[in-house]
């Protein structure tokens, strides 16, 4: 697409050149279609990048918990309610149960968003079958095996 504006851009110098009077307005326009289409090809690659890197996330998720075998269960961030230096706490959806929680999440070296899924080996001291779900749930670090954005 920018290709086409340059060469665009090209020919209305060159009419703006042949058409005296009016060469200013159409030099202006050829360099404003000219810097609008970089800025479109600039995003156009930064949501290829971005598209690729979740990509790439939903991939080592999926490898994580086809290798991990029943261990594993995923959780997926609905809201971010406060940060904090050491951590953050936020509101999970259990979705194998669509159970929703408050959650204590221990910080992580990249940042977690609402609408991540996170892979995680539940920790047994605060889930066991047949006693009550606990009121708080705390994600230590070392439990979040990957974690992907949304889709």
Known sequence: MSAVTLVLAVVAVAIASAVPGNGWFFAGAATLGLITALFWARRFRNQRVWQNATDAHWKQLENVKSSSGTTTTEITVLSVDALQPTGSWITIRWNRFDFTQPAWIEALPEPI???????????????????????????????????????
């Open 113 to 151: 968003w609402p609408g991540s899924v996170l892979l995680i080996r539940p920790d047994p001291d605060q889930v066991r079958p047949g006693s009550p779900w606990p009121a708080t749930y705390l994600i230590r670090g070392s439990q979040i095996l990957a974690w992907a954005p949304q889709l």
